[in-house]
T-cell receptor, first 115, second 112 residues
Framework: GAVVSQHPSWVICKSGTSVKIECRSL??????MFWYRQFPKQSLMLMAT?????????EQGVEKDKFLINHASLTLSTLTVTSAHPEDSSFYIC???????????FGQGTRLTVV | QKEVEQDPGPLSVPEGAIVSLNCTYS??????FMWYRQYSRKGPELLMY????GNKEDGRFTAQVDKSSKYISLFIRDSQPSDSATYLC????????????FGTGTRLQVTL
């Protein structure tokens, strides 16, 4: 199957700082990537849809100024959590859609802990 | 009410058992129904998907969709310790790679 790599796998940051998470499609070009968030004992929830070369589409309730998404190339999308707070601590995971495929491929996720 | 309900488990079964995993949903617009398997510290990987109602079989795995009851199931026959993972159901109205609505996942443990 296609490979999507997410980096870092885990990160601890201080409250008020910003953290950048990268999502790369290693063996295909992804015009569309998705960012999900999962709190403990809850479902993966879609945060935003990232389209190469255009602005991301955010789901209702997700602050676009806090969660900055950049999809500058066909193989890389980044999610920056700005001015992180402890309540932003969560599991963030991306997926990428490979044209011609019937599925989206997921990265391994990033565990963010804000202290 | 959540759009997709899934018992989080954990579910523990002996090797060789038949496992039944289920999800219920409330959004009648869902047309695509997927099951993902997620091992610890890994991203979800697609196991099977079904469009609309019906059954689909792939080796030891069978997916069933009953749209009239808004109920989907995944059956695993002859379960193996390597099947131990979290199983997530996911649904979409527009395709298997578009916006997905997930269940919480059921943690399965297959014991020797």
């Amino acid at each position: 199957g296609a490979v999507v790599s997410q980096h870092p796998s885990w990160v601890i940051c201080k409250s008020g700082t910003s953290v950048k998470i990268e999502c790369r499609s290693l063996d295909f070009q992804a015009t569309t990537m998705f960012w999900y968030r999962q709190f403990p004992k809850q479902s993966l929830m879609l945060m935003a849809t990232s389209n190469e070369g255009s602005k991301a589409t955010y789901e209702q309730g997700v602050e676009k100024d806090k969660f900055l998404i950049n999809h500058a190339s066909l193989t890389l999308s980044t999610l920056t959590v700005t001015s992180a707070h402890p309540e932003d601590s969560s599991f963030y995971i991306c997926s990428a859609f490979r044209p011609g495929s019937t599925e989206a491929f997921f990265g391994q996720g990033t565990r963010l802990t804000v202290v | 009410q959540k759009e997709v309900e899934q018992d989080p488990g954990p579910l523990s079964v002996p090797e060789g058992a038949i496992v039944s995993l289920n999800c219920t949903y409330s959004n009648s617009a869902f047309q695509y129904f997927m099951w993902y398997r997620q091992y610890s510290r890994k991203g979800p990987e697609l196991l099977m998907y079904t469009y609309s109602s019906g059954n689909k079989e792939d080796g030891r795995f069978t997916a069933q969709v009953d749209k009239s009851s808004k109920y989907i199931s995944l059956f695993i026959r002859d379960s193996q310790p390597s099947d131990s993972a979290t199983y997530l159901c996911a649904m979409s109205g527009t395709g298997t790679a578009s916006k997905l609505t997930f269940g919480t996942g059921t943690r399965l443990q297959v014991t020797l």
